[in-house]
């Protein structure tokens, strides 16, 4: 309507002025550019043809009839007219491109608003009430629901109808989620290096380059508050483990006093002998627990030293086959050390090592085949040389170890659901073996069938270095 009016208002003045047909021709184009930029392309050709017109009615000859009498200004009408129309496309495209640019830009700032904000979001709170928020204020959508899988809520923004109340769940278990152009609703799975995180639903005017870029923000945010949730557990258990084993390894210390007067003064009352049967057993039984609870002091103590940042080893070419044999005869007499088989391959094979070290550990290994062996059932200790290393084993028939504990039976204080209940244990002893191996630059595992038993492990170097 517009156009048609400035149409009218040039046609009138041109053909009050008696402008020439070149004069009146340019102001008509520029009335075409000007309809282009602002109204777009069709309008603009309405104008064009609507100009055309009246060129040809009020500015050639003859005049007020449709009729072109001289063949050249069917040329002039004739390129006016294409000039306007190709100037009219360019506009409309050089329109189309700007507000699409436009568009881009204000989308973009959207994104980087969100992207920046989720990195202020306080991650020791759910992440979903934070994130919905967000993405309902900076997007100006109509409603938002976040779904996160590893805190198992729902989180919703805006209103939304009767049977959507579980939206985003619904979404995550459906595969795959579909977009539904009609209610402008758009759904995306939020997925992570490691998985689906959980789900988010978006309804408003957005694009699915938007809702893919939000979907991903959403991930990342919902997997960084996951990584500083394990992260704060793994702390807040460290702290309590080096708590705990501050107070052992101080009870331990001041235990070691009394332990030992207990254990030499039971010691000398069954030397010095005149007691009675009874009397006998019951100092046989104090000697026993004190030499047992003077051990676990000592392997307590021993871990405290390991731990310590510079570790004294007094190194020595100790023969392996002596050792083993060494550490049986002090702690295993009658039956149970017939049970016990020595497989050692080269009765000359030596290493470099710490011998109190290396006898503790292979006694705690022996130990426990004990404790958590089958009754009746062989207990094998073997060792060998390979590629440079020497290769203790320790095997027995008994409870397997499940996989997810055969690394952690190392840590200190840890012991197996499935089998703290089969014997009395602390949880120290295969921590203390694991230091002590670290301490010579070795390593240890376990390994664990139904069927073979189980066998734990102990690599040194032959030539094992003092460790600064």
């Known amino acids: 309507m517009a156009g048609c009016l400035a149409l009218a208002l040039l046609t009138w003045g041109g053909f009050f002025f ?26 603009a050709s309405l104008v064009s043809v609507l100009a055309v017109v009246c060129l040809d009615f009020f500015f050639t000859q003859p005049l007020f009839r449709f009729v072109i009498s001289d063949p050249q200004d069917w040329v002039a009408l004739g390129a006016f007219q294409i000039t306007a129309l190709t100037i009219s496309r360019l506009s409309a495209r050089e329109l189309r491109n700007a507000r699409e640019a436009e568009f881009h830009r204000t989308r973009m700032q959207k994104l980087y608003e969100l992207s920046r904000s989720s990195l202020l979001l306080d991650l020791h709170e759910p992440p979903g009430p934070q994130l919905a928020v967000l993405i309902h204020r900076i997007f100006n959508a109509e409603a938002v629901a976040l779904y996160d899988v590893n805190l198992g809520r729902q989180d919703r923004m805006g209103e939304w109808g009767e049977g959507e109340e579980d939206v985003a769940i619904d979404c995550y278990r459906s595969e795959p989620p579909g977009d539904d152009a009609q209610t402008r609703t758009w759904r995306r799975i939020l997925q992570t290096g490691s998985g689906s995180v959980g789900a988010l639903v978006v309804r408003g005017d957005l694009n699915p380059l938007v809702v893919d870029a939000l979907a991903s923000l959403g991930a990342i ?35 070691k006093t009394p332990l030992t007067a207990l254990q030499t003064a039971s010691s000398g009352l069954l ?69 016990i088989r020595v497989a050692v391959e080269d009765s000359a094979l030596m290493v470099r090592v710490d011998r109190a070290l290396l006898a503790m550990i292979l006694a705690q290994y022996v130990d426990n085949a004990r404790k958590y062996s089958t ?39 840890y012991r ?27 390593h240890v595992w376990v390994i664990s069938d139904e069927k073979e ?16």
Request: proline share 2%.
């Open 18 to 43: 008696r402008v020439n047909l070149a004069t009146i021709c340019s102001c008509y184009l520029l009335l075409v550019v000007v309809m282009a930029m602002f109204c777009g392309f069709w309008q």
């Open 221 to 255: 945010a919902i997997d960084r508050q996951q990584w500083i949730e394990k992260e704060e557990r793994a702390e807040t258990a460290r702290k309590g483990g080096a708590l705990r084993g501050t107070v052992m390894d101080s009870l331990a210390h001041e235990l």
């Open 271 to 339: 030397e010095l002998g005149g007691l009675t049967s009874t009397q006998s057993d019951l100092v046989a039984l104090i000697d026993g627990e004190a030499t047992h609870l003077n051990d676990l002091c000592t392997r307590l103590l021993h871990t405290a030293r390991l731990e310590a940042e510079n570790v004294g080893l007094a190194i020595s070419d100790v023969n392996v086959r002596e050792l083993i044999e060494e550490v049986l005869e002090g702690r295993h007499a009658g039956a149970e050390r017939a049970r």
């Open 375 to 413: 009754p009746g059932t062989p207990i094998e200790i073997g060792a060998c040389a390979s590629h440079g290393e020497v290769l203790f084993s320790v095997h027995n028939v008994g409870p397997t170890i499940r996989i997810e504990d055969r690394e952690r039976v190392f840590d200190r204080f």
């Open 416 to 442: 197996s659901d499935d089998l703290k209940d089969t014997a009395p244990g602390t949880g120290v002893g295969l921590a203390v073996v694991r230091k002590a191996a670290e301490a010579h630059r070795g």
């Open 453 to 468: 038993g189980t066998t734990f492990f102990l690599s040194l170097s032959k030539g094992t270095r003092r460790k600064h």
